[in-house]
């Protein structure tokens, strides 16, 4: 009897161990694929696993530096750009009317967070007031008049945020995307020639001696634009006028650039001296197109799985790049905080949802975010 009992009990004892052994098993296997998936390691913010490497900013509007946008803001990025308060048409709408509110409200949230703040663009061909081109009877200005003005806005705008504004987009966009044509025909070209491009850069630095000022442009990565850029910036440098860097913009796509392009891009710029800087970082779904044009049936906007999947691999190349560049990239900005809300939505073609970021429309981490962090 008494031995029956002992067997059973050996029995039941070895049921329970086969059982907890299961169960480990079980356990070991989920806590695996909760890392595979990443939601095993802790979010911690993107700036944390960069910290030696360079500050990776974002450009906000005043809008979103409140409630779930701003703690986001705070977690991940120690540097902002603000996306258009600081462009001369928001700021100074009139030749006597200056709007600072805006860009103070930012200038604020930065230095009371303790981040970087890059300004964004004392000179560009769009989001700029007709009233800086024209007289009182709407004829055209003259070169002289218009480079005045253009002195007093730099001047005003510079002085204003010279205590928190590290770097300036001095100049935005000045050459052209037509292969056979040098410089973009804006007003500023139309009016001054090229001129106007190296007096923008003088009236900053006489404005502030400390700061830092870059040309930025878009489709930097097309080889026929960017040997344009790089002669421009030669020539500007060989006629001493004071320029730091160059902004690669960066609005790219899950199709583009391939590694050799963003690796040529980055190196080209570094090879003359000067700071390179990703200032408008985004990652579209879509095939690059540069101008706006309607929606038409076959414009889907559905972030697939494959799509997705090309997204996560392509962020991981550009942030292996930018790894590998540290030592020649000093900044990398977003253009827009989460999928929440990005001017892809509307651009190039209106009412066409894009997921080019690294948060969701939740404002929660992709697993594209998961992978750019996942090296340290
Ligand atoms: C350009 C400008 C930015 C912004 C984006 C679109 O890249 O430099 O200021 O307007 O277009 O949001």
């Not at 906000?60 to 990025?77: C, M, W």
């Not at 700029?128 to 024209?134: C, E, I, R």
């Not at 000045?174 to 007096?199: H, L, M, V």
Request: aromatic share 12%; hydrophobic share 35%; with cysteine.
């Amino acid at each position: 009897m008494n031995n029956q009992l002992n067997y059973i009990k050996a029995r039941t004892l070895k049921q329970i161990l086969l059982l907890s052994m299961l169960f480990n098993l079980v356990a070991c296997n989920t806590t695996k694929q909760q890392s595979e998936n990443n939601t095993a390691k802790e979010y911690l913010g993107l700036s944390h696993h960069y910290k030696a490497y360079f500050p990776i900013g974002v450009a906000v509007s005043p809008r979103a530096l409140a409630g779930t946008q701003a703690e986001l803001i705070r977690k991940n990025f120690v540097s902002m750009t603000p996306e258009n308060v600081l462009k001369t048409g928001p700021i100074h709408p009139k030749e006597d009317t200056y709007n600072w509110e805006p860009a103070d409200k930012i200038a604020a949230f930065a230095k009371a967070n303790n981040m970087k703040l890059r300004g964004h663009a004392l000179l560009w061909h769009n989001q700029t007031p007709d009233w800086l081109f024209v007289d009182d009877a709407g004829n055209e200005v003259s070169k002289e008049v218009l480079l005045q003005r253009l002195e007093k806005h730099i001047t005003e705008v510079v002085t204003r945020y010279k205590n928190v504004i590290y770097a300036w987009d001095v100049v935005n966009e000045a050459i052209s995307d037509k292969p056979d044509e040098f410089y973009r025909n804006s007003k500023w070209y139309q009016i001054c020639g090229e001129e106007f491009i190296t007096k923008a850069f003088e009236f900053a630095r006489a404005a502030d001696t400390d700061l830092q000022l870059f040309y930025n442009d878009y489709e930097v990565i097309n080889p026929v634009k960017r040997e344009k850029i790089y002669q421009m910036v030669t020539k500007l440098q060989a006629d001493g006028v004071p320029i730091d860097g160059v902004g690669i913009q960066g609005h790219w796509s899950v199709f583009e650039p391939s590694e050799k392009v963003l690796k040529e891009t980055i190196e080209q710029f570094t090879g003359l001296g000067l700071q390179v800087q990703i200032t408008e970082l985004d990652v579209s779904i879509y095939h690059k197109e540069h101008s706006a044009r309607e929606k038409h049936e076959d414009d889907n906007d559905t972030f697939t799985a494959d799509l997705k999947q090309k997204q996560i691999e392509q962020y991981d190349m550009i942030f292996r790049v930018f790894r590998e560049n540290r030592d020649k990239l000093s900044s990398v900005t977003f253009w827009n905080v989460s999928d929440q809300y990005s001017w892809l939505d509307n651009f190039p073609v209106k009412n066409r949802k894009d997921y080019p970021l690294l948060f969701d429309q939740e404002n929660k981490p992709k697993d594209a975010y998961w992978k750019v962090v996942d090296f340290d």
